[in-house]
């Protein structure tokens, strides 16, 4: 309650909201807040009835409004009605963080509404969809990361605030939710990945042939054996424009790729090539320039024997890749991210790739890591 009464000092005249995110005892969390200096006050849509019938009386006692959050409810809309009617005066539809990760998009909610009670609106909201959220109906709009984690608060503060005095919709065409997984992943580094994954995904011992190369795209899987490179030049007419051709040789000894294979993909459009094996001429590689990673480099290939297959599960650098996997290549290294999880861990990558942006500008301001990061206040003890 501290934050509160310091707001309510230095900002008198403004209206300052208390994210209580109550969900019990309702009497005891309004009044705290509310002799704090709090003027709305935000519980949760789904406390139990009872805590927002006792919430309604204590918030009428001491003379403030009350905003229920929506986050996390099944059914938002059927809940609202029935909030409004218990004495709600605002309503805050809100995809949480993980809630967005996954698609979740809180103005599709709002359209559905149809109460007679102001609407906040918070979830990823940016000067975008801040516009369309005010175009929608919301009378309130929470912004939060997209200005916090900013490297200009203040100029990104003001874009929302235009955006929502002159709300304008860019035109955007909606694109496949693979296509923008694509392009999500393209922006973001591997170890950006990797900490969204919580460090899992990382391909052990292949690295890039070509530096400052990199490849993003969806998995072709060959399984063959040491030096039987009929599989993995088959696969390049199986794969479309974009994939990327991932194989398990068996042996770093003998090759199952060379120049005239990479030639090959690069008329296809493929993106990349991973192999868990060796790697050939990659002087002729290096000049097409194209991503091709793999544990060794040799110069000797084996025999088109025919043996293997394609598109079937395989190990590869120690990791599971299945099929339309997406596969995520830089000079860090490779990852592999499972289809069923492309676009949430995309999404969060996205964010560590935002956070570490902040990070980076503190440091340059004359900050060390440590102190950004306050490591000796979170540390274990």
């Not at 490779?334 to 676009?343: A, L, Q």
Request: one cysteine or more.
């Amino acid at each position: 309650m501290d934050a509160v009464r310091k707001l309510k000092e230095a900002f008198p005249d403004r209206v300052i909201l208390a994210d209580m995110k109550t969900i019990d005892t309702g009497a005891m969390e309004i009044e705290m807040a509310a002799k704090a200096g709090a003027d709305i006050i935000i519980l949760l849509g789904s406390s139990d009835n009872s805590t927002i019938q006792d919430a309604v009386r204590a918030a009428r006692k001491y003379g403030v409004k009350l905003m229920a959050d929506l986050i996390s409810l099944h059914d938002p809309v059927e809940r609202t009605a029935e909030l409004v009617e218990l004495g709600i005066d605002y309503i805050n539809i809100h995809a949480g963080i993980d809630q967005q990760m996954v698609g979740e998009d809180p103005i599709k909610i709002l359209k559905e509404l149809k109460i007679n009670a102001p609407v906040a609106v918070a979830g990823g909201l940016d000067a975008q969809s801040a516009a369309k959220a005010v175009l929608s109906g919301a009378s309130i709009v929470i912004v939060g990361g997209n200005i916090v984690r900013s490297s200009n608060v203040t100029a990104s503060a003001k874009a929302i605030r235009r955006s929502i005095d002159v709300p304008v919709i860019r035109e955007e065409e909606e694109k496949p939710i693979e296509e923008e997984t694509i392009e999500l992943l393209a922006r973001v580094s591997t170890p950006n990945i990797s900490d969204a994954m919580h460090r899992k995904g990382a391909m052990k011992d292949i690295h890039s042939i070509c530096p400052g190369t990199k490849m993003v795209g969806r998995a072709i899987t060959v399984q063959t054996f040491p030096g039987d490179w009929a599989k993995t030049v088959e696969a390049i007419d199986i794969a479309k424009s974009g994939d990327v051709i991932v194989i398990y040789n068996g042996s770093p000894y003998i090759s199952p790729w060379g120049e005239l294979a990479t030639l090959s993909c690069i008329n296809k459009g493929v993106a990349g090539v991973v192999i868990d094996g060796a790697v050939r001429d990659v002087d002729d590689i290096r000049r097409l320039n194209f991503p091709v990673f793999a544990t060794s480099v040799v110069p000797n290939a084996g025999e088109p024997k025919g043996f293997g297959e394609i598109n079937a599960e395989i190990q590869c650098g120690g990791q599971t890749v299945k099929p339309g996997d997406f596969i995520v290549g830089d000079d860090c290294g490779v990852v592999v991210v499972p289809r069923e999880r492309g676009y949430e861990v995309a999404r969060r990558a996205v964010e560590v790739e935002k956070t570490e942006s902040r990070i980076r500008d503190e440091i340059r301001r004359g900050k060390t890591l440590s102190e950004v990061l306050q490591l000796e206040k979170w540390e274990k003890r």
